[in-house]
């Protein structure tokens, strides 16, 4: 079973994505910042990818991006960055500190459907 954490703390994004997340037949589990993500991560290591924001209160995305780097346990797990209000330069910054991939917002099914298949289906392999 395929687990998808969902981190952003609008939660009408957050239950947008997690929709489109199990519409495509994938656990998908909500949290509002990267703070909750972490523990989430750090006590269920079968999560497969997470999906996250950029802007948000406790530990921000990148945050999160960078301790998960850091830390050998969750390093190699997926994350897909989403935003509506950063621009190339911070997305270029972004994907250097680990990021997967970036996707902007309002995220489009058909692109996260993509992005998820192409990172589960590399895991797998």
């Known amino acids: 079973m395929v687990k998808i954490v969902v981190v952003d703390d ?3 994004s957050r239950l947008s994505i997690a929709r489109m997340v199990e519409r495509m037949g994938y656990v998908a589990i909500q949290c509002q910042n990267g703070k909750i993500a972490l523990d989430i991560l750090e006590n ?9 924001d950029v802007e948000m209160p406790e530990m921000d995305g ?3 991006i960078q301790t998960m780097r850091n830390n050998a346990a969750l390093s190699h797990i997926p994350i897909i ?3 509506g209000v950063v621009g190339p330069r911070q997305i270029s910054d972004i ?12 995220v489009q099914f058909h692109d996260l459907k993509e992005y ?5 289906e590399s895991k797998s392999l």
């Open 81 to 83: 960055l989403i935003s």
């Open 10 to 12: 609008e939660k009408s």
């Open 95 to 106: 994907l250097l500190l680990g990021a997967t991939a970036f996707i902007l917002k309002p």
């Open 62 to 64: 990148r945050q999160l």
């Open 116 to 120: 998820i298949n192409r990172y589960i």
């Open 44 to 52: 269920n290591p079968d999560i497969n990818l997470v999906i996250t």
